[in-house]
């Protein structure tokens, strides 16, 4: 686990990919100087900035005026917050107000804005003029510690969460933490799902750090920056060995092939926001690693009690309005990205900390599971 730092001291931590290496900025109060740093970066740039309307009142000025200080020109482009927005529509009126912004291949996008902005806005960059570099800067802390780190950029389709997309790495990450203060409890907590799956897969000391300090990351205090750059390292860490998650970069779909056929069963609505269902997802994983003799089922139970103590959700009952059958979940789970020629793959745990691939799991076993849990 990296070293707790001062309050206000800056932790920068490198993604060693061959000539794609890029920083992630993590500290308090960073907006501000995001101009400058893009100024550096790429000298002589334009940028297109896209955000949605909630972000926009909170963050969109101070990004402006970052810019116009370091004397770079800047295009707005607003979309409506939430999940919906990661569709076909959505991602066609991007492209085309980045192409009118005049935005070149020297020029950068800017995805200001939570996993939705960072997914939406890095696969337009992918895809406009063959490919425009971009930088995330993530206001949400699931965005910090997970979906603007690594690359992977994508649009929902009818069928599930993320399948059209693509790889394509940003060039900058900057993670102000003051940004997490504007946030909605509800959106605070979601993001912490993928702050304690850091915890789940590899690092048993780290989940009991949470336990511990959970709350101080909440507060905002040095806990928040030290959360954030240990799951950050330890994503960077991972992409940096498996960019394209054809080994062990699956291991951070921990809870996934679960919580994704929930979102999408809940109709990517508000209904059930990412981290939620990744909360549940994971509780179900290790619930089905005990139910198969893999863990005990008191680290089963350690999840939960953590989990809920948060105020995650950790029930698929728990989830608002009409639930779906174990037959609609095996069908959205069999459009995961991780099967393979029709064979589920799960992330399961031998132990808090000690998760791994399981691949050939029996769809009847993981219906019979599901039944069990609706039940």
Not at 339 to 361: E, W
Request: proline share 3%; aromatic share 6%.
């Amino acid at each position: 686990m990296t070293v707790q730092l001062r309050p206000g001291d800056p932790i920068t931590v490198d993604v060693a990919l061959a000539g794609r290496a890029y920083d992630i900025v993590i500290g308090r109060s960073l907006l501000a100087g995001l101009g400058a740093r893009v100024a550096a970066l790429r000298p002589g740039a334009r940028v297109a900035i896209v955000t949605d309307d909630n972000v926009a009142k909170q963050h969109l000025a101070q990004a402006e005026a970052s810019f116009a200080q370091a004397g770079i020109e800047a295009s707005r482009i607003i979309i409506p917050a939430g999940e919906a927005s990661k569709c076909y529509a959505v991602f066609e009126r991007v492209c085309e107000d980045i192409v009118a912004a005049r935005i070149e291949r020297g020029d950068l996008v800017v995805a200001l804005g939570g996993g939705v902005i960072g997914d939406l806005a890095g696969f337009a960059a992918s895809t406009v003029r063959r490919g425009v570099d971009y930088v995330q800067v993530p206001t949400t802390l699931l965005a910090q510690v997970d979906s603007s780190v690594g690359g992977k950029t994508a649009i929902n389709s009818r069928h599930g969460k993320n399948l059209i997309g693509a790889f394509h790495q940003p060039v900058l990450v900057l993670a102000d933490t003051a940004l997490l203060d504007t946030l909605p409890e509800r959106i605070m907590r979601a993001g912490y799902a993928e702050v304690a799956k850091y915890g789940l897969i590899s690092d048993a000391d780290f989940f009991a750090w949470l336990e511990a300090n959970w709350r101080d990351v909440f507060a905002g205090t040095a806990a928040r920056e030290h959360a954030i750059a240990v799951s950050c390292r330890m994503k960077a860490d991972i992409v940096a060995r498996d960019e394209r998650e054809t080994g062990d970069r699956a291991l951070l779909n921990l809870g996934h092939t679960f919580g994704h056929a929930l979102e999408a069963a809940a109709g990517f609505s508000d209904r059930l926001y990412h981290g939620e269902a990744i909360s549940i997802g994971m509780v179900l994983a290790f619930a089905f690693s005990a139910r198969r003799g893999l863990c005990s089922p008191a680290d089963a139970e350690r999840v939960v009690r953590h989990l809920a103590a948060v105020g995650l959700p950790t029930r698929i009952a728990e989830i608002p309005g009409e639930r779906p059958d174990a037959d609609r979940l095996i069908e959205l789970i069999g459009q995961d990205k991780k099967v393979k020629r029709g064979r589920l793959t799960f992330i399961l745990a031998r132990g808090i900390g000690k998760s791994f691939i399981a691949p050939d799991i029996d769809v009847a076993d993981v219906r019979e599971f599901l039944t069990g849990q609706l039940a």
